[in-house]
């Protein structure tokens, strides 16, 4: 599959590059990207819940009433869940929701995400670029000039590039992203993908699958 490359005004460059099969052309594996989207919300839940239960509710175990001739159920102390200020039943506790994956499904899901992209049209490939100065603005006339302003975009590098990161941090429908920490949910989150020519060869390697030329 080739797609020509763009530079940051939006024009062709008379390259392109050839995205593998192995990858951007697979049949896409729904339940592996589900498990691996819904393993990443997972491990962002904090799970630090909790609720005192009887046993740690602070008060008197007197027993409040005599066990029998009152007409109603018995009752060992205030700390029951039954009286008001009583503990908790069943209520949350502190809990770890992370579960684990398999590095295989992880990479189908990851391979799957991208695949989607390139069957809906929705990724593109930007020459490599560099801004002199974080700057929002200048980040904003590349999202311009790549008509994806009003579009929930994710932009793939090939390395850490602090001015580039820092430029689109005040956008809220853009991310920037280097190729080795790309995540099922991010890909499949945005609505358009945009990655490095650089970064197209790392992503390649990282599916240490052979780089076509």
Same mark, same amino acid.
């Given at each position: 599959?080739?797609? %020509?490359?763009?530079? +940051?005004?939006? !024009?062709?460059?008379?390259?392109?590059? *050839? &995205?593998?099969?192995? +990858?951007?052309?697979?049949?896409? %594996?729904?339940?592996?990207?589900?498990?691996?989207?819904? @393993?990443?919300?997972?491990?962002?839940? @904090? #799970?630090?819940?909790?609720?005192?239960?009887? $046993?740690?509710?602070?008060?008197?175990?007197?027993?409040?009433?005599? @066990?029998? /001739?009152? #007409?109603?159920?018995?009752?060992?102390?205030?700390?029951?869940? +039954?009286?008001?200020?009583?503990?908790?039943?069943? #209520?949350?506790?502190?809990?770890?929701? /992370?579960? =684990?994956?398999?590095?295989?499904?992880?990479?189908?899901?990851?391979?799957?995400?991208?695949?989607?992209?390139?069957?809906? !049209? =929705?990724?593109?490939?930007?020459? #490599?670029?560099?801004?002199?100065?974080?700057?929002?603005?200048?980040?904003?006339? +590349?999202?311009? $000039? &790549?008509?994806? @302003?009003? *579009?929930?975009?994710?932009?793939?590098?090939?390395?850490?590039?602090?001015?580039?990161?820092?430029?689109?941090? %005040?956008?809220?429908?853009?991310?920037?992203?280097?190729?080795?920490?790309?995540?099922?949910?991010?890909?499949?989150?945005?609505?358009?993908?945009?990655?490095?020519?650089? $970064?197209?060869?790392?992503?390649?390697?990282?599916?240490?699958?052979?780089?076509?030329?």
């Amino acid at each position: 599959m080739k797609v %020509n490359v763009k530079n +940051i005004k939006g !024009e062709d460059t008379g390259k392109s590059v *050839e &995205l593998i099969d192995d +990858i951007y052309a697979i049949e896409p %594996n729904d339940h592996a990207v589900y498990l691996d989207v819904k @393993q990443y919300l997972a491990n962002q839940r @904090q #799970g630090t819940h909790k609720a005192k239960e009887r $046993a740690e509710i602070a008060g008197s175990t007197k027993k409040i009433k005599r @066990q029998k /001739g009152t #007409g109603t159920a018995r009752a060992g102390s205030m700390k029951s869940p +039954i009286f008001r200020g009583g503990g908790r039943i069943f #209520g949350p506790r502190v809990r770890d929701y /992370g579960f =684990k994956l398999n590095r295989k499904l992880k990479k189908l899901a990851r391979k799957s995400a991208l695949a989607y992209k390139a069957k809906d !049209e =929705k990724l593109t490939v930007l020459e #490599g670029f560099n801004l002199d100065a974080p700057k929002t603005k200048s980040f904003l006339e +590349i999202l311009n $000039a &790549l008509s994806l @302003q009003n *579009e929930k975009t994710l932009f793939v590098l090939e390395g850490a590039n602090d001015n580039v990161f820092l430029s689109s941090r %005040n956008i809220p429908n853009a991310k920037v992203v280097i190729a080795d920490k790309i995540n099922t949910y991010e890909i499949m989150n945005a609505t358009h993908l945009v990655i490095s020519e650089a $970064a197209v060869e790392k992503i390649e390697s990282m599916f240490n699958t052979k780089v076509a030329v």
